[in-house]
């Protein structure tokens, strides 16, 4: 279960030992809020803050019990990772390499490191690291309106005009 993590980011093994740590007594044991204390406190104050976004979708993916599911399907292959994954995506409304992000972290961290770091991910945009944060999110066109595009009322007219 502790298998070296070689070739990924100071980031990346920063949060799967945290993941390991707080799964330390058994990944059925570990409540989904009790898991994002135990993070914290492995990670300590200063790459909680850091991390923060990550660790959300870490805690997230174990609301929809992935982790419990990563430990029980057997055999678990990259057909299975990849079917994870989309059911992840979809029960949360991420993209799927938002999901295949987590279903990786988790599965490095429960020690299925060389499965997690086979070619399974097929929807992950060319040039883009596996090792990689995951995706912003707003980076889909969702971002919200900057703020020099708000609208504010003309002058008695009830014209809009920007700002």
């Known amino acids: 279960m502790d298998e070296p993590i070689n070739h990924i980011n100071a980031d ?7 993941l390991r740590a707080a799964v330390k007594p058994g990944v059925a044991e570990v409540h989904p809020g009790q898991l994002q204390l135990e993070v914290e ?59 295949q992000w987590a279903t990786r972290m988790w599965a490095i961290a429960l020690g299925f490191e060389q499965l997690a770091s086979s070619s399974w991910q097929t929807s992950e945009p060319p040039g883009t690291p596996s090792n990689a944060a995951p995706p912003d999110e707003t980076s889909t066109g969702s971002a919200p309106p900057k703020r020099g595009s708000r609208f504010l009322r003309g002058r008695g007219k009830g014209q809009a005009r920007r700002r």
């Open 12 to 18: 990346t093994a920063l949060l799967v030992g945290a």
């Open 41 to 99: 406190r492995a990670l300590g104050p200063d790459d909680f803050r850091r991390l923060r976004r990550e660790v959300h979708q870490l805690v997230a993916a174990a609301q929809e019990h992935l982790p419990i599911r990563l430990t029980r399907i057997a055999p678990l292959t990259p057909e299975t990772l990849n079917g994870l994954s989309r059911e992840l995506a979809e029960s949360r409304g991420w993209a799927v390499e938002t999901a």
